[in-house]
Every structure is written in C-alpha cells, then in structure tokens.
C-alpha cells in the first residue's frame, strides 16, 4: 500500500512540472470523481466547499473533519488515479496525525490554506510555514512524499490584506511556504493577468490558477505560465443548477 502510494504521490509531483499545465475539475463524491478519471484526466482533486455543501455544512471548516475525511475517502477508493484532498486549514490537526488521515484514506497530495477560521485573517506566515514544514518531515517519515499544495490567501477580501500590497505578500507567503517543504502556491481568488504573471515570476515554485467568471480562461493561464488549475466548488454549483432547472421544468 504504502509503495502505491508513493507511487501516485511522484506522478503526481511530476505531473507539476511536466511542461503541460495539470487542470483539476475538482470532485465531491465517488460518482463525480468516476465522471473525471473516465474522461482521462490524471489526477482527481476534491473541492472542500462542495463535499462540505453536499454533507449539509457551511465551508472553512464548518464540516467536522471526520466527515469530510470520509466523504474523500469513497472518492479515493472510486479512482485508480492519484487523489489530492482539499484539507481546508487542517481542522486544527498535529501534522502527523493530518499525514495519517490523508494515507488512510489513500491521499497522496493535500490543499492547505493559511486562512485563520477562528481568528479572522490570515494565520502568521512564519507560523504557518513552521507548520507546513512539520507536515513535510510527518510524510517524509511516513515513506509517502505528499504533494502540498499551500494556499495564499492574500487576494480573498477576508484576509485583511490591502488591495495594493497583495501580490507582494502572497509572494512574501510564497517563498517560505516553498522553502518549508510546499510543492505548489496557490493564490486563491487572483484573476488580474498582471498580478498571475507578476507571481509566475516572483514566486519560486508552481503557481496554481483558478477559473472564474470574468478571469482568464485555460488557455490564458497556460500563457501565463501557470502550472496547475483549479475548478474548486464551480462545478459542483453548476450540477446543482442544472438539476434546480431540470426539477423546475417538471412544474411547468
């Protein structure tokens, strides 16, 4: 089990720097995940507003973590693919017990964002890197090099961080998430091609884009230089239009 894995934890590190930019329609359940892995796509990510939406809880955390746990552990087990697990902020979890789940449930790579649910705001960056750090020794010691993909949050309105200095901080969070043992930065909620550009450049590692109305599309971002995407909940919103829509026409 353990080799597997590894195994799946290595490709999909690799699929990071392969040249081609790695898109994750991310998931919330088994059938959702079927639907992604059957279309050919390498790496199943889970989207922790939609599985916490789907169980009946609010996101950041409003989902006990055993539940949103389990919930991405029916998606692991539906995939042959390397699974990555939307983990919110940790749910407040030792780094090795956090590593621990994540294998259980056959994870092999984890989002992981700096957004104080408690507090308000984003957690300390030093703090938050110290953290990101005992996750990496946790896996490494576990013999399963999860992917770490840590989220920035400097560019989300509830972070406190002023319009005109959040590139320059998320590329500050940046460099020492990826100096702590991080694989990817993820700056949430950017879509201005300047700043995504500024911190392709800046920051020194993989940036994760995201899709959003209005923002640059796929093939924007792969000009950009950004080498993963994320859908999030986006998806998920629109099955659940779809399906309001369907039931509507039932009324007519």
Not at 96 to 118: K, P, Q, Y
Not at 142 to 155: E, H, K, L, S, Y
Not at 163 to 189: F, M, N, Q, S, T
Not at 193 to 216: F, Q, S, Y
Request: proline residues 6%.
């Amino acid at each position: 089990m353990t080799a597997d894995l590894k195994a799946h934890a290595d490709r999909l590190r690799e699929l990071h720097h392969a040249g081609e930019m790695l898109v994750l329609p991310n998931v919330w359940d088994a059938a959702s995940a079927k639907i992604v892995a059957e279309a050919g796509f390498p790496v199943v990510a889970t989207a922790s507003a939609a599985i916490s939406a789907m169980l009946g809880y609010p996101d950041g955390e409003g989902a006990p973590w055993q539940e949103m746990f389990a919930a991405a552990g029916r998606v692991a087990r539906a995939v042959s693919v390397p699974v990555t697990v939307d983990a919110e902020a940790g749910y407040g979890m030792e780094p090795r017990d956090l590593v621990d789940r994540l294998l259980e449930i056959g994870a092999v790579g984890c989002n992981l964002e700096d957004t104080d649910h408690r507090a308000g705001g984003l957690v300390d960056a030093g703090a938050h890197a110290e953290r990101l750090a005992a996750i990496r020794a946790a896996a490494d010691d576990a013999g399963v090099p999860i992917v770490i993909n840590a989220r920035a949050d400097t560019f989300l309105p509830a972070s406190g961080v002023p319009e005109e200095e959040r590139v320059a901080e998320a590329v500050r969070r940046g460099g020492l998430y990826l100096a702590a043992g991080a694989d990817c930065i993820y700056p949430i909620g950017v879509s201005d091609e300047k700043d995504i550009a500024t911190l392709v450049a800046a920051v020194p590692g993989p940036i994760n884009g995201n899709t959003r109305p209005g923002g640059p599309d796929l093939a924007k971002l792969r000009e950009l230089g950004v080498a993963r995407v994320s859908y999030g909940p986006r998806l998920y919103r629109e099955a659940l239009a779809n399906l309001k829509a369907a039931v509507q026409e039932l009324l007519a």
